[in-house]
């Protein structure tokens, strides 16, 4: 599905990401933890094409196309989706009416017809109701005036009216209750098939209890220095990062 | 490709003007310069009442003591008011009595606009009346209207046919010394479209003016008068285009509405004169003097800009609610792009009992351009239970442009209620990026965003205006599109 080959990023002239390797095939659930300031971000950020980051070495493959090639529009139209830490308010622009023009536009790079008015209303329906997000948030202005939660129902709202082959979900817990957080999982797992994949990037191992990886990665200093699988993650969250260091051989 | 300040400037700045031709018609012409030998020449070509030559001369005189102003925040080099041609109009081949007798010529330039004169071609529910330079050419579904009464037609024609309408409204909402540019086209107005609605008629269909400049180094002088008799309605369209030149033309055109009691007028421009060229090149002075008195208790005037033309736009549509219990309305959009320079925004005049106001003013800068709204609100003494709400957005679309805000309060009177809320924002890199991750190219993200900005605008439009507004925005913004 994707390869990432020794990516290296910089941002300002700093470099954030110095090397990462990672290989995701269809149907798996990969995610990457790490402390603060590793680069988890900056890793969603540089594969959804992001300007401000400076790709300085390395490949990212994805369904066999050179993604770092590919304007951010286009990603998005070959199937990858980024469900964003921070959603940004569009006022004045229904959900609804940003909503079809996206999948219009994916549509039209893949040679098909519009949706019809009808088809779009029922896949509204039903996958609102995935992430039990009121009807009536989705005939609002994107984001706007939402509370933390309704804005990352609505993240998983949107990825499941675009079908993405690939998605990074970056922090979607941040903000959540556990409620919110349990409907939101739920919504991940339900979109979950053996043909996509999702990259979940958070802190916090709780997460993963609903939403359960094959494997996990921890990223220190821009390099994923570990991997293993959701045990790992319970790990880190009973002793925190500083084993890691120490088995890196810094001094902590 | 993704957004980049610089990339969007660019791309910004190479829009095109798509009306920028020009209709090669033989045309009458008054010979260049101001006095008063021109306006009686207006006079006579337009077989005018002595009264109205008498106001006219007035006028004229008045203006000459009056001095241009200065206060609007615009920089411009002055206009040469002896280098105009007061008068142009299309040589007519003869009197016209069918469409297949109007110039062919004529119609190519309005199909060119997307203005079809013939009314079976016409999206029905719209009558427009056309004015290209100083006259009115053509006025549509004007048999339709008289079944109820509806008095559409030209200037000139209402002078001639309805003298007591004209006279006992015209100037009395904006009287001849007004202000410089009024009294100008007091002086010299050479048509504009004309109005009535009787008593509790409600008129059946969008009533709209077309204005066309054609000719070089002629001013547009036009003037239109609405008036809408007790318990009546009546929406009301306006459009304008002009073709490219390298010289600044003058457009200073004066809009009378009246609302007896009872009465509702609707008032919409899609104002797209020529801007000139990126670097400031050319481009129409938009000079004009909008005004509407809420003479009865319970009217209504309601106006709704898109501004996206001209060089200079210096505008105020204002409302004077005379009548208790009236109501006020300003929604605009204005975008300025390049280097142009709009200092727009309106005047509530609050003199009725329980009158109330609302304005919701959208400014859009690109380019280098600065755009100003400039606002009054005015409570008088008695106007007791004024209301009013205001609300100035300013979208920045780069970082050599300018948003400027002068809001005006005189209030009188202590139980008035006035609120004013303003808000400047840059559009949001952000925002566009998450439109990109979803599929959305640039510039879509930047229309859909625009729009979404303008939307309390746009929405108060007729149906077939506000899809024409929202494609007009991309092109003012965008470039490629269209």
Known sequence: MISIQNLHANIEGKEILRGINLEIKAGEVHAIMGPNGSGKSTLASVLAGREEYEVTEGKVIFNAKDLLELSPEDRAREGLFLAFQYPVEIPGVSNVNFLKTAVNEIRAYKGMQPVSAKEFLQMVKDRSALVELDSKLASRSVNEGFSGGEKKRNEIFQMAMLEPKFAILDETDSGLDIDALRIVANGVNKLKNKDNATLVITHYQRLLDYIVPDFVHVLYKGKIVKTGSKDLALELEEKGYDWIKAELGETV | ?482
């Not at chain 2, 060089?311 to 219990?325: F, H, R, V």
């Not at chain 2, 008695?382 to 050599?400: E, I, P, V, W, Y």
């Open chain 2, 1 to 482: 490709m993704a957004y980049e300040g610089d990339e969007l400037l660019d791309e910004i700045t190479n829009s095109e003007y798509k009306y920028g031709f020009v209709t090669n018609i033989e045309s009458e012409m008054a010979p260049k310069g101001l006095n008063e030998d021109i306006i009686r020449f207006i006079s006579a070509k337009k077989n005018e009442p002595e009264w109205l030559l008498t106001w006219r001369l007035n006028a004229f005189r008045q203006w000459q003591k009056m001095t241009e102003p200065s206060w609007a925040h615009v920089d411009y080099v002055p206009v040469d008011y002896q280098d105009i041609h007061y008068y142009s109009a299309p040589k007519p081949k003869k009197e016209l009595s069918s469409l297949d007798e109007v110039d062919p010529e004529l119609l190519k330039t309005f199909e060119k606009l997307g203005i079809s004169l013939d009314e079976q071609k016409r999206l029905t529910g719209v009558a427009v009346d056309v004015v290209m330079d100083s006259v009115s050419v053509k006025t549509t579904f004007k048999e339709e209207l008289a079944k109820h009464g509806i008095i559409f037609c030209s200037m000139s024609e209402a002078v001639q046919e309805h003298p007591e309408l004209v006279r006992k409204y015209l100037g009395t909402v904006v009287p001849v010394s007004d202000n410089f540019f009024a009294a100008l086209n007091s002086a010299v107005f050479t048509d504009g479209s004309f109005c009535y609605i009787p008593k509790g008629v409600r008129c059946p269909m969008e009533l709209s003016t077309y204005f066309r400049i054609n000719e070089a180094k002629t001013g547009q002088f036009e003037r239109t008068l609405v008036i809408a008799d007790e318990s009546s309605y009546v929406s009301y369209l306006e459009g304008c285009t002009a073709p490219i030149r390298d010289e600044h033309q003058l457009h200073a055109a004066v809009v009378e509405l009246v609302a007896l009691e009872k009465a509702e007028i609707k008032y919409s421009t899609v104002q797209n004169w020529y801007p000139g060229d990126k670097d400031g090149k050319g481009g129409i002075y938009n000079f004009v003097t909008k005004r509407g008195i809420c003479l009865g208790d319970h009217s209504k005037i309601s106006w709704t800009q898109v501004e996206t033309g001209s060089a200079i736009t210096w505008k105020y549509p204002s409302c004077i609610l005379k009548g208790n219990n009236s109501i006020g309305e300003f929604y605009s959009v204005a975008v300025t792009n390049n280097k142009q320079q709009a200092d727009t925004g309106t005047k509530m005049i609050h003199l009725g009992k329980n009158t109330k106001s609302t304005i919701v003013s959208k400014g859009i800068s690109a380019g280098y351009s600065n755009n100003s709204y400039r606002g009054l609100v005015k409570i008088a003494k008695g106007a007791t239970n004024a209301r009013n709400f205001s609300q100035c957005d300013s979208l920045l679309m780069s970082d050599k442009c300018g948003a400027h805000t002068f809001p005006y309060i005189e209030i009188n009177d202590k139980s008035a209620k006035v609120e004013h809320e303003a808000t400047t924002s840059k559009i949001g890199e952000d925002q566009i990026f998450y439109c990109n991750q979803r599929g959305i190219e640039t510039e879509k993200a930047i229309s859909l965003i625009v729009n979404g900005y303008c939307k309390e605008v746009l929405n108060q439009l007729p149906m077939e205006f506000a899809v024409e507004a929202q494609k007009l925005l991309a092109v003012s913004l965008e470039g490629s599109v269209g």
